[in-house]
């Protein structure tokens, strides 16, 4: 991906040092729409529509109903139209995208290695893997904030 000229991210360090680079992350698209049974067609329609309503209203989004349509009728084409909603939308808010990640970050030997999954306060997703397992709770750390 690099030689096609692509950032990686974390990997190539902060997207602000890629110029006009593409920047390539890795998501977890749950993150962007937690608690909504994907297998169920109306849960679907009920989130998108209840975010197409917000991001209307806003003045931040507005979606062709055959989009919605399309995105309603599988589970994998709703995690795409929601993620690529709600990334652009935190894409524009401050300390929010990229800028939330400190300097340190990018020279911790684990991301440099393993990588991280964007967007995700890593505490959350443990917590949330760990209780969708049925196991006890526990505190995680999350290095970004900790």
Known sequence: MRQGGFHVWPFDGPPEDSG??????????????????????????????????????EGWLSVENETLAVATASA??????????VMCRRLTAPRVAFGRYRLGFYNDPLVAVE????????????????????????????????
């Open 76 to 85: 994998d084409a709703f995690d795409a139209l929601v993620s690529a909603i």
């Open 20 to 57: 006009e680079a593409p920047v390539v992350v890795e998501i977890y698209a749950q993150v962007f729409n937690p608690g909504v049974a994907k297998s169920r067609q109306r849960a679907r329609q009920e989130f998108l529509g209840d975010l197409r309503e917000q991001g209307e209203q």
């Open 115 to 146: 990588g991280r999954i964007w967007d995700v306060r890593y505490h959350t997703l443990a917590v949330s893997l760990w209780q969708q397992a049925g196991l006890p709770s526990l505190r995680f750390a999350d290095p970004v904030t900790n």
